[in-house]
């Protein structure tokens, strides 16, 4: 079976002043229906030893070679911004992907982390919170479900390099990408929030990272 790591969001508990690292079970899950072992990687790993941009880091690096992992998961939670140390562990970990052309599939915040990475800016939009989204596919190659959920307050600018857009929502705005050369993919809703499972979506990751 293939080992996919997945990223994890950063919550603040105030009241015992703890920064947690947390996960989604049903994320889990997802991963687990659709035949993968999924294994969380912790944010506090790009710090151990990394400082300025472009070094290296020794803890992190030993820990890819441990789990040999075959595909990563940038999951959904927290704005872009609003915790520098996850931003830099994702960035770090595409660029590890890129450099191995590992599959990648981002979810939500993690399709806006793809995009920033290529270049992409971040526009706020409302009506994207809460609700439900009939994709407009742009590819007839692609099956998409029928309607998704949504859970952002950012869109993408339509202006980024390396990427394809494969589907739109009824406004207009990206809700799925595809990298031209590398095996990455972009979905803006939650497929570990939909009961019972999309088939289309487990079918999709399926074909990305591989039996």
């Not at 890129?98 to 982390?113: A, S």
């Not at 994207?128 to 190659?141: D, F, G, I, P």
């Amino acid at each position: 079976m293939k080992i996919v790591i997945v990223t994890q969001r950063i919550d603040y508990r105030d009241e015992i002043q703890e920064t947690r690292d947390a996960i989604d079970h049903r994320l889990i899950q997802w991963l687990a229906a659709s035949g993968y072992i999924p294994v969380v990687v912790s944010n506090i790993l790009i710090k151990s030893e990394a400082s300025n941009a472009g070094s290296t880091n020794t803890v992190l690096e030993e820990w890819l070679r441990t789990i040999q992992p075959n595909a990563l998961l940038l999951s959904g939670g927290n704005d872009i911004g609003e915790y520098p140390i996850r931003d830099k562990m994702e960035k770090y970990l595409l660029t590890w992907a890129k450099n191995y052309r590992i599959p990648v599939l981002g979810i939500c915040r993690g399709l806006q982390m793809m995009a920033v990475y290529a270049g992409a800016l971040l526009i706020k939009i409302d009506g994207h919170v809460k609700t439900r989204h009939h994709l407009n596919s742009c590819e007839n190659t692609y099956d998409w479900p029928v309607s998704v959920n949504s859970y952002h307050n950012w869109a993408l600018s339509e202006h980024f390099d390396g990427f394809r857009v494969l589907a739109r929502s009824e406004d207009g705005s990206i809700e799925a990408i595809r990298h031209i050369e590398l095996p990455w993919e972009g979905w803006m809703w939650h497929p570990e929030r939909e009961t019972p499972f999309t088939p289309q979506d487990l079918q999709r990751l399926k074909k990305l990272f591989g039996d």
